[in-house]
T-cell receptor, first 114, second 117 residues
Framework: AQSVTQLDSQVPVFEEAPVELRCNYS??????LFWYVQYPNQGLQLLLK??????LVKGINGFEAEFNKSQTSFHLRKPSVHISDTAEYFC????????????FGQGTRLTINP | ETGVTQTPRHLVMGMTNKKSLKCEQH?????MYWYKQSAKKPLELMFV???????ENNSVPSRFSPECPNSSHLFLHLHTLQPEDSALYLC????????????????FGNGTRLTVT
């Protein structure tokens, strides 16, 4: 079984500052890792995913994440945030193939202050 | 347009009512999902359909009844719900690439905000 822990429920950041949203996972098998973003009154959108290969993954809107197998982490980063990045961010993990039974973390609410 | 459309966007129902949530995907995917999103809790997977066959029922109470008539449509029939069932219900779809396939991301609809009074 897999599980995901997002270490911060809320992260306030000033505009144009860098941000890191932390995610740790546990699993007894190889996993795929995802970050999703949810804007107010909307569903979840895929930001980026790690399947294999390079441990640094680049996604949409200037976000990137680094897979660290030894630390079982998949932290999300952005070097300079914008007001429009205000949203809830979810880290998720799934096992191999088939229909994706994603296990989500509890989410991190990112608030960008001017 | 997300490719996954959910209706209605908002629903208020009494505990004795019967209603249905509808989801339609226009992405050619063959797997569909229902998730429940409650405040301060992780998203909970409720049901998974793969090629129209239910492959997962995550211990969901029988007052929630899914239906998948084809790979593009998914319903969630509701009856005699409880106030604690109030939540955002999210539908998603993905491409099932087989047991050895790469992780296929989920595409979500905008959800139905359900309030049970």
């Amino acid at each position: 079984a897999q599980s995901v822990t997002q270490l911060d429920s809320q992260v306030p950041v000033f505009e144009e500052a860098p941000v890191e949203l932390r995610c740790n996972y546990s699993s007894s098998v190889s996993v795929y890792l995802f970050w999703y973003v949810q804007y107010p009154n909307q569903g979840l959108q895929l930001l980026l995913k790690y399947l294999s290969g390079s441990t640094l993954v680049k996604g949409i809107n200037g976000f990137e994440a680094e897979f660290n197998k030894s630390q079982t982490s998949f932290h999300l980063r952005k070097p300079s945030v914008h007001i429009s990045d205000t949203a809830e961010y979810f880290c998720a993990v799934s096992g191999l193939g088939g229909a994706q039974k994603l296990v989500f973390g509890q989410g991190t609410r990112l608030t960008i202050n001017p | 347009e997300t490719g996954v459309t959910q209706t209605p966007r908002h629903l208020v129902m009494g505990m004795t009512n019967k209603k249905s949530l509808k989801c339609e995907q226009h992405l050619g995917h063959n797997a569909m999902y229902w998730y429940k999103q409650s405040a301060k809790k992780p998203l909970e997977l409720m049901f998974v359909y793969n090629f129209k066959e239910q492959t997962e029922n995550n211990s969901v109470p029988s007052r929630f009844s899914p239906e998948c008539p084809n790979s593009s449509h998914l319903f969630l029939h509701l009856h005699t719900l409880q106030p604690e069932d109030s939540a955002l219900y999210l539908c998603a779809s993905s491409q099932d690439l087989g047991r050895q396939g790469f992780g296929s991301p989920l595409h979500f609809g905008n959800g139905t905000r359900l309030t049970v009074t």
